[in-house]
């Protein structure tokens, strides 16, 4: 995993109090992972982040997604998904961006 995301997962942990339980559901992925996930039509890119460890999807208990979601954001550090069906949140250590 690059070291810049971790660092950012950290920064977000941090600015929700720190110490929080963090539920990882996707980080490295491997391209055959990548390549099964979009033949299942899955909402995956086919240059993801994730494929580079640059992209975590996750989610923190007792904290609303929107929360997490809205604190990575605003650390302007990389891109930042919100997948509030799904139950997580991802971040990646790419250029600034949101959807």
């Known amino acids: 995993m690059d070291v810049n995301t971790i660092e950012y997962l950290n920064l977000v942990d941090k600015r929700l109090g720190g110490g929080n339980e963090i539920h990882i559901i996707s980080g490295y992925r ?3 992972y990548n390549t099964l996930l979009l033949s299942q039509n899955q909402h995956v890119a086919r240059h993801s982040l994730h494929l580079a460890g ?22 302007q550090l ?5 997948y509030p069906g799904e139950g997580f949140v991802h971040i990646d250590s790419g250029n600034v961006r949101t959807w």
Request: no cysteine; proline share 7%; charged share 15%.
């Open 30 to 32: 491997s391209p055959a």
């Open 78 to 82: 990389g891109g930042v998904g919100y």
């Open 54 to 75: 640059k992209a975590i999807d996750m989610s923190i208990p007792g904290i609303e997604l929107r929360t997490v979601r809205n604190t990575a954001a605003a650390l």
